[in-house]
């Protein structure tokens, strides 16, 4: 069974950093594309930063130039460096992690149970 497990959220000022960590673990043969998405209470999730196996990123205009997503193969992590944080980041951020198992052979998209961040003005 696939497990995406988050940490790093928590409470900072505007203008402050916070690093997200997402560890994968479950059987895993490959792992395509690691990302992090948000989510807003009342709105959709939304992407912030994902980056390909072999390296390749892309980030919401919200966030480019202030956060900085990558990952460690060896360790099946992603992580999310975020800095100038503003309130406007304020919500729970989701790890999405889209692997092969040794059960399943095919790429499936799997998502972690979310971590808080909140950036106080």
């Known amino acids: 069974q696939v497990q995406l497990v988050e940490s790093g959220g928590g409470l900072v000022q505007a203008g402050g950093s916070l690093r997200l960590s997402c560890a994968a673990s479950?059987?895993?043969?490959?792992?395509?594309?690691l990302g992090w998405y948000r989510q807003a209470p009342g709105k959709q999730r939304e992407l912030v930063a994902r980056?390909?196996?072999?390296?390749?990123?892309n980030y919401a205009d919200s966030v480019k130039g202030r956060f900085t997503i990558s990952r460690d193969n060896a360790k099946n992590t992603v992580y999310l460096q975020m800095n100038s944080l503003k309130p406007e980041d304020t919500t729970v951020y989701y790890c999405?992690?889209?692997?092969?198992?040794?059960?399943?052979?095919?790429?499936?998209?799997?998502w972690g149970q979310g971590t808080q961040v909140t950036v106080s003005s």
């Open positions: 980056i390909t196996s072999g390296g390749s990123t």
């Open positions: 479950g059987n895993i043969v490959s792992i395509y594309t």
């Open positions: 999405n992690a889209r692997l092969s198992t040794v059960a399943t052979g095919g790429y499936y998209g799997y």
